[in-house]
């Protein structure tokens, strides 16, 4: 069957003028079919060509891997046209998972040894871009012998295909050492570029081969000067920096000998100084050699002067007009805002600027510099500009304002009523993107500041009759309102202007909360308590509120009836307790108990169990972690008695076993037990344990390090938890053998790191 | 704040967000992956400890976290930095794509997904935007020249301003060698792109830094592919 076949640019405008997907399929399969029937003929002349059309299928999405053998025949040809697109091919549809890969080995190597530049050209480029760890093993002797010994065409793409070997391969680092320092003294531009990535490469690996290139820092000073001072080199110039590439490595180079060394970095503070006062800023080219200058600046042991430097080249980029520039200089001040703070400091104004800009990655960088530049001296101004900033924000920075801003006050507040302020200001622009636990802080930080108990409700009330549909604003408020209703109503208030408000007037504002459609059923809560709380604290309206609460009685949300129906009883039969239970709240510890969910400690009649607050899980095989873990409910028990066994581990034949016991209300002892049923003893078995920052820790001494076989007897650990602040503790735990047979545990503690 | 580290141990790269005091080290660390690749790698053995006790997570990325024993960590704080350029890819503003060069090895479906993704990303972006942008955990350089997006995708530590020049730097090689390029060329002769393309870059990285030697080199290897075509 003759099949004609387009050449193929005829094709290529074929499919283009398809109208349709489907036509533009039609095209593409009849042309497939004809390739495959013309792969599997004997030679002919149009090979090239024809890989070369799949070669665009496959670009444009369809499948081509029948192609693949056609790719390790066209390589093996002796024509370099078809060499050419066969390995063009091979970069293309090979890479390294592929098995067929592996055949073009020989080949490579063949090419590698050819007499034609070009052809050996050829092979270098495909290893470096697709060669597999076996096939980099295989080649690498042959790629050091072109390192060694061809001209720099060749030199400069051995090089680089080290690079790549090393990358692959780490241990085979050692083998190109020499030949690469030898390659740094040659003049040609692409072979000393290739010689120094090569050796960027193999100091990062290996920190004995950093040691000895330690001493080519006084040999890459010179050529990095040469490069400055030279005069016009029409070869390698980009807008007057005379080849900006190869500076940009030798910087970088420079930073990896220069880190942690006195001595390198003293001696290549001179030309960093020349580079950076000598280099034109006004193009982008002279900017990035700039940009390198100061990473490698900031990265060494540098002194303060050059520090300084660099840090006014970082000022002086905010400043710059190209946004680009803008955003690099704000993710290398980021960097430095811990060490360099007063240096960064000083240009603070111009990064409030920044959180005006357009461009939203702009203003992410602007305002992660912003909340780390806030401190006691600046936090008012600071907080103005975050605060215009947060009601013009994109959506998806608003929370990290928000909290954000709330760290920022917490830490720096000058004082309870501008801080207060400032969270109530929050809480009406993004009062949607706050943390769930804004709310009970705000609250606890409300009962706390007694003197502003007034100022505080009057503006709640304020705000609230403007505005209901922000959730955790509402909340507050009429948690305030239902506490401190009485001081609204007395209609006096020293630091802000009294309302004239009846109470009528107060319980309508709650009456409108709890029939809002908007509002959320937890609000509604505090809406219905507030309303409650007011029975003690009003004189004339006390029948409006028990109707309010014997309506809701009868309410569909389950919590809501029963809140009403334990207030209704409350009016009922304990009417003689209802001034104790809902008199004014005390102030509230900083990690009590009733702190966790915001809502009164009062809430006495209604007995919440919440789950043990230390929470054991286990994964259940999990896809991506081949040992197994397993899953389990939290513990529903109450808080106060614990005791479960849980079998944490098993595998190959260890099992642990982990149980607790509540001593305290803060306090928990957990008992690990280990076993062993396998055949042989297991030594050196350790366990640990990490715990977060308020969580206390004590590792009792465990009663053995080795395990017997076949669970002839048990090593058991106590491990006393002390829990203050009630934080919530979950852990994974995977066990693997990293030496031999036995398995051992890793934790962190300030002696291991 | 968290210190953000790259390590690589046994072939295989990942992240570890850290934060130490007198008492503890809590330690966040990132799914290990494969160096060089973006997917997860079968479970390396080790044991981790996470603790999730209302940290924020460093990353999105599923988090266990790690003790490492002193012979795996880097002593003394040393930081393994990575530059590389992991792939780039020219797209028309339709979002066709007419150039892809990829230096790490990935499956076709994986590359089929970073390309649509990624070239859904660059094209939502408005024309006065930064030329950078972080994707996953990668930067991403990018540069429209006419109907042309230039993309190029590099790893944490390597200079952004110096791929753009490198970016500017093969389109000048394109615009030589074709006499005024425009995106037709590189449709109808995209094999030549590629082949200029691997004279400028190889495994990623620039291997000339000379415009003339460029052109020269392929000049050379075309006319020894006339000379092998009519032979």
Known sequence: MTVTLLPLQEMIRAIRSARTQCEERGVIQRECAAIRAQFRQADNGGRSHNLAKLLYVHMLGYPAHFGQMECVRMIASPRYSEKRVGYLGAMMLLDEKQDASLLITNSIKNDLSNSNQYIQSLALCTLACMGSAEMCRDLAPEIDRLLRASNSYIKKKAALCAVHIVRKVHDLGELFTKAARSLLTEKNHGVVHGAVVLITELCERNSETLERFRKTVPDLVQIMKGLVISGYSPDHDVAGISDPFLQVRILRLLRILGRNNEGASDAMNDLLAQVATNTDSTKTVGNAV?????????????????????????????????????????????????????????????????????????????????????????????????????????????????????????????????????????LTTAGGDVRDETVPNLIQLITNTSELHCYTVHKLYRALLSDISQQPLVQVACWCIGEYGDLLLRGECQETEPVQVTEDDVLDVLETVLQSHMSFPSTRGFALTATMKLSTRITENVDRIRSIVSIYGSCIDVELQQRAVEYNALFKKYDHMRAAVLERMPVIEKNSQGHINGETIKESQTVKVKPGDLLFKRLMHSPWLNTDLKLMQPSTLSVFSVVATVTVYEKDGVTVTLSCEKQSDSGLTVTLTASNSTESDIRGFTLQAAVPKSVQLHMKAPSGDSLPARGAAKVTQMVVLNNPNKVQLAYLQLVSEVFDLSPIFYSFGSQNI | MFEVMKFEWAGRSGLIAFRSSQSFVCCLISALTKAGTT?????????????????????????????????????????????????????????????????????????????????????????????????????????????????????????????????????????????????????????????????????????????????????????????????
């Open chain 1, 290 to 426: 700039l940009y390198e200058t100061v990473l490698t600046v900031l990265d060494i042991k540098s002194e303060s002067g050059l520090r300084v430097l660099a840090v006014n080249i970082l000022g002086r980029f905010l400043l710059n007009n190209d946004r680009n520039i803008r955003y690099i200089a704000m993710t290398s001040l980021q960097k430095i805002v811990g060490t360099d703070h007063n240096a960064v400091q000083r240009h603070r104004g111009t990064i409030v600027d920044c959180l005006k800009d357009q461009d939203a990655s702009v203003k992410r960088r602007a305002l992660d510099l912003s909340l780390a530049l806030v401190s006691a001296s600046n936090i008012r101004s600071m907080m103005k500009e975050l605060l215009s900033f947060l009601s013009s924000c994109p959506p998806e920075l608003r929370s990290q304002t928000a909290s954000g801003i709330f760290n920022a006050a917490e830490r720096y507040a000058p004082s309870q009523r501008w801080h207060i302020d400032t969270i109530l200001h929050v």
């Open chain 2, 39 to 231: 997917k997860t790698c079968q479970p390396i053995k080790i044991i981790m400890f996470a603790l999730v006790a209302n940290q924020k997570v460093v990353r999105d990325w599923p988090c266990f976290g790690v003790v490492l024993g002193g012979s795996f960590l880097p002593r003394g704080g040393y930081t393994v930095l990575l530059f590389k350029m992991q792939f780039m890819l020219l797209f028309s503003r339709q979002g066709k794509l007419r150039l892809q060069k990829w230096y790490v090895p990935l499956s076709d479906k994986e590359k089929k997904k970073i390309t649509r993704e990624l070239v859904q990303t660059v094209l939502a972006r408005k024309p006065k935007m930064c030329s950078f942008l972080e994707w996953r955990d990668l930067k991403i350089v990018y540069k429209r020249y006419a109907s042309l997006y230039f993309c190029c995708a590099i790893e944490d530590q390597d200079n952004e301003l110096i791929t753009l020049e490198i970016i500017h730097r093969y389109v000048e090689l394109l615009d030589k060698y074709f006499g005024s390029v425009c995106e037709l060329d590189i449709i109808f002769n995209f094999e030549k792109a590629y082949f200029i393309l691997d004279e400028f870059l190889l495994g990623g990285e620039a291997q000339e830094t000379s415009k003339k030697n460029v052109l020269k080199a392929i000049e050379q290897a075309d006319l020894l592919q006339e000379k092998s075509h009519s032979a």
